[in-house]
């Protein structure tokens, strides 16, 4: 236990003073503290990429920092890369059509991931965007529906035999 | 009866999932994002060795931490629990039951019995608090000589559960059959394999979590958890505490995976609530951690399958004789065999003669076994790895043994040896579909140009036929309780707790269909014991039919309910009515219709407009059952695969299948369940290993030892739909498990197929690039 230090973040445009451990997680101050509960933990060790946020518009695991390091950056969240009129960006519409979430679990992680990846890279490869995803895992879909949606959202064919609900 | 089967409005269309808005951006609400107000949290102290006596536990340098509010051993929680049982496996013999459970407390006793055992329970105002605390505290442990391993079970005179007389925790010897020896005796040939399978886990990506608390001035026990089945947890939790069940509440809102874990209260769980309801001041949230879940969260595999088949020298089968041997660990939920099952299904799509099965589970010192997507799956992985053993030692093509054996449309209906009943399935339908997508010859011409080339390319096969909706004890039926209220917007309370499975859209769409309504105005309600009925829950491959089929009846009441009241609104017979979009009107004179908003208020609050003798108000409660046992689908898996012989390393090519679960309800999450078994089953084969040493300690407890499949490795999934109907009105059969049932044999098969030429004949998972390029290294040699 130590003393608890000030940390001051913007979190999806909005500016919040914490008063917390240092040795408290990102993730945990997130979640508890500023209750944005769609950045989930799914190992806390860095290796499932659930609880990806951008933190100065790079994608990193919060379960791997302290809030205390992060004192004074921008952070954005699952629920900030979502617009605000109630649609979804082009990647989670994506996601949607191609049946691309079934728990959900794992699903903000690869939205935050995939969102970040594509504003950086807008013309991948196939094998960009696998590697690209290979950061996060999910044990529902086989990846199927979200390799199709990253495809979908990067411009790049998908395989003509995938049932998907682009028509509905 | 191969058919094609039109589409309706909504079943059978790919409707996208009315859930993903709120998932995708962040809005879904898992049990860990509950916070209550004076929410505690739980750490557990558990056991690093895997078996041995507890000689002394201190907790006072643990109890004197600021904000540690109180700390529970085996000896505070386990004299308290009044009944650990769960509704699904019935009571155990002591009971009057007949399901042998392992001896399960809460905590450990006075013994551990695997390594992550739990010990002692901690309450504090954080989880960061708790695991301080849970480092505090000191427990002695008198080590003994773990038992892992079921061969060294079955031979130590030691016990994993002291006190005991075996450590067989269930058995089931091969039948006596004197003319099955005959017969093998003048069999033109006979073939005996071992098959095994290393042990895997579900690996939900939410791990386990509850919070429990119990008010004892209103007397009520409220729960929130990541379970698949709220009734059976709060029957569970009224068993445990003795708080009569009406008092018990549980409520599962977004629950992330289970694959089977999430089904039975595990005896972590079962800590929490007897904790919570010593402690009674405060709810307390328990939210396992990976580690916690590797290595504590039951897990799923690890079989040894003994087989011998007696057949032509066409390949013609005349009979098999097939053992079990499972390693069900130390706290298996339920009593965790699954060989009675494995036995009976394990004829599968092919005209054996006879079958005789046996089995024997025994208990370690290792994690219980849990069920895993597919849990009696080892009888395919034996069946379908053993038909290209015999193919190669008799010199005939995988596939054309297959189409040897196969059951044809026109041996409908079918009875296996072991008395199953199939009436609608098409193994060999299904068999040359995924052969044609593949195109056969052009991969054998691939395969032999690259095989000149020293590449090792292979294909492979396997067929199922999959138990859906199995049908037995509570799983026998489901309910709908449905109501319209005033609005005309529909509300349907089910059992069912989704955990993936896109219930949220799927009855909707059965419900929209067949009321005759949008889907818009169609709710489920689940995963909530006040609102929705008693039932079993989601699991075995049964929602789509046994929920599906209550949604569907309780759908058409309400419709025929509704037409009855703007029939007579309107001066009109019922029989002339239609219904469209969520208005009723006159056949061929639409100008005569009233809409559901319209109608809806008449039930409620006019009752001088209903017809003479009618009931107010729009509820209806119906229920399905199921006509048998079971509700058979089936699929035919191919794939194919290059093998790297510097490294090993498997690539996949493609991966074919051709499936029919009858009529859809929705063709997109069909092909999700499909990809999302396969790909599970690809890791059972290539990646996934959960692997014990000798003295018990699990050797894979980060995601960087256990490594499931992740999207580089995957190919894309291609899948063909047969369509015939099961019996019954709504034609849907289960298809949840298959993906990973067949997936396994198949990718085997494949990797056989490359190798068996440089005299590797494999047999045992897993089928990794060092398990590879060890048994190419041993053929050379040899």
């Known amino acids: 236990m130590s003393d608890e230090v000030v940390v001051k973040l913007n979190v999806n445009g909005r500016d919040h003073k914490v008063l917390v451990e240092p040795r408290k997680l990102l993730s945990d101050v997130l979640r508890e503290d500023l209750h944005l509960t769609g950045t989930h933990v799914g190992c806390e060790h860095g290796a499932c990429g659930a609880c990806t946020v951008m933190v100065d518009g790079a994608a990193v695991r919060a379960c791997l920092l302290f809030a205390v390091q992060v004192d004074g950056s921008k952070v954005v969240t699952v629920e900030g890369v979502t617009p605000t009129d109630g649609t979804l960006n082009p990647f989670q519409q994506a996601m949607q059509d191609c049946h691309g979430l079934q ?13 970040s990846y594509l504003d950086d890279h807008p013309n991948p490869t196939d094998d960009d965007l696998k590697i690209a995803l290979s950061g996060n895992l999910c044990r529902c879909t086989g990846y199927r529906g979200i390799i199709n949606a990253a495809r979908t959202a990067a411009g790049l064919p998908v395989p003509a035999n995938a049932a998907d609900g682009s028509d509905h | 009866m191969a058919s094609t089967i039109s589409a309706g409005r909504y079943v059978g269309q790919a409707v996208k999932r009315l859930e993903d808005p709120r998932l995708l951006s962040g809005h879904g609400r898992y049990v860990d994002d509950v916070q209550l107000p004076g929410m505690l949290h739980v750490a557990f102290v558990r056991s690093n060795v895997a078996r041995g006596t507890i000689v002394s536990i201190d907790t006072s340098a643990a109890l004197a931490l600021p904000g540690v509010r109180a700390i529970y051993t085996g000896a505070d ?28 407390t809460p905590l450990a006793g006075g013994d551990v019995r695997f390594v992550g055992d739990p010990i002692v329970l901690i309450i504090a105002e954080n989880r960061y608090i708790a695991e301080d605390a849970a480092d505090l505290v000191e427990v002695e442990i008198d080590v003994q000589q773990a038992i892992v391993g079921w061969e060294t079970a079955i031979d130590t005179d030691q016990r994993v559960h002291p006190g005991t007389t075996t450590n067989v925790g269930q058995e089931f010897p091969l039948p006596e059959g004197p ?21 895997a886990t579900n690996v939900p990506m939410e791990p386990r979590g509850i919070i429990v608390h119990y008010d004892q001035y209103v007397g009520d026990l ?39 874990q999430k089904m039975m209260m595990t005896r972590d769980e079962a800590a929490v609530v007897m904790a919570a309801h010593l402690f009674g001041e405060a709810p307390i949230k328990w939210t396992e951690d990976r580690r916690e879940s590797l290595m504590a969260a039951n897990q799923g595999r690890e079989e040894i399958i003994d087989v011998t088949f007696a057949v032509t020298d066409e390949g013609v089968l005349l009979g098999a004789k097939v053992f079990f041997w499972e390693d069900i660990g130390a706290y298996p939920a339920s009593a965790g065999s699954t060989a009675g099952m494995a036995g009976a299904v394990f004829p599968g799509p092919y005209k054996f003669p006879v079958v005789l099965p046996g089995g024997s589970s025994v208990y370690t010192n290792t994690v219980g076994k849990a069920a895993y997507r597919g849990p009696w799956m080892m009888e395919t992985v034996a069946r379908e790895q053993m038909m290209d053993h015999i193919a190669y030692e008799l010199g005939i093509d995988p596939i054309e043994i297959r189409r040897r054996n196969v059951i044809h449309a026109d041996d409908l209906p079918y009875t296996t040896c072991t008395t199953m009943v199939y009436d609608s399935v098409t193994p060999s339908e299904t068999l040359e579909q995924a052969l044609e997508m593949l195109d056969v010859a052009a991969f054998r011409t691939m395969q032999a140009d690259a095989r000149a080339e020293g590449r090792l390319l292979g294909m492979g096969v396997a067929i199922y036929i999959e138990p859906s909706a199995v049908a037995f004890g509570i799983l026998s039926s489901d309910q709908a309780i449905m109501r319209m209220d005033n609005s005309g917007k529909v509300i349907v309370a089910m059992s069912t707790g989704n955990h993936g499975q896109s219930l949220e859209t799927t009855i909707p769409q059965i419900v929209a269909e067949h009321l005759g309504c949008n889907i818009e105005d169609v709710l489920l309600v689940q995963g909530n014991t006040e609102s929705s009925p008693t039932g079993p829950g989601t699991g075995g491959s049964r929602s789509a039919v046994v929920a599906g089929g209550a949604a569907m009846n309780a759908a058409l009441k309400m419709k025929d309910k509704i037409v009855q009241i703007a029939a007579h609104m309107l001066e009109a017979s019922p029989d002339d009515m239609e219904v469209n979009a969520g208005v009723v009107s006159v056949k061929g004179t639409p100008a005569k219709a009233l809409p559901f908003a319209m109608i809806a208020p008449v039930a409620y609050q006019m009752p001088e407009m209903l017809p003479p003798g009618m009931e107010m108000g729009l509820e209806v409660t119906a229920r399905f059952q199921p006509a048998g046992q079971y509700t058979w689908s089936n699929a035919t898996h191919v794939c194919t695969v290059e093998i790297d012989p510097e490294t090993g390393m498997t690539k996949i090519l493609r991966y074919i299948v051709s499936e029919d679960c009858g009529r859809m309800v929705n063709p997109m999450v069909v092909e999700g369940q499909i990809a999302g078994g396969v790909v599970q089953g ?22 960087l030892d256990y490594l499931i499949p992740t999207a580089p490795e995957v190919p894309d999934i291609e899948v063909g739909h047969i369509v015939t109907l099961a019996p019954g009105q709504t034609g849907f059969k289960g298809m949840g498990e298959g993906g990973a049932i067949a997936a396994p044999p198949c990718l085997a098969n494949a990797i056989h197929d490359a190798l068996r030429h440089l005299g590797v004949h494999p047999t045992a998972f897993p089928l990794g690039p060092s398990q590879l390029l060890t048994m190419m290294n041993e053929a050379k040699q040899a």
């Open chain 1, 103 to 115: 728990c959900g679990f794992c699903t903000p992680g690869f939205v935050v991931s995939m969102t």
């Open chain 2, 77 to 104: 929680l386990n004299p308290r629990v009044g009944m650990f049982w769960h509704t699904m496996m019935g009571p155990p013999p002591e009971l009057g039951g007949q399901t042998p459970y392992a001896p399960l």
């Open chain 2, 179 to 199: 003319e099955v020896d005959a017969l093998f005796a003048g069999a033109p040939h006979v073939f005996t394999r071992r098959f095994s399978q290393c042990r």
């Open chain 2, 222 to 260: 409220q729960i929130w958890a990541a379970t698949q089945s709220v009734s059976e947890w709060k029957a569970t939790s009224s068993r445990l505490t003795g708080v009569p069940e009406h008092r018990v509440k549980v409520v599962a809102n977004d629950v992330g995976g289970g694959f089977g």
């Open chain 2, 682 to 703: 690809i890791g059972g084969v290539l990646f996934e290993n959960m692997i014990y040493d000798e003295d018990g300690n699990p050797l894979a407890t980060t995601f």
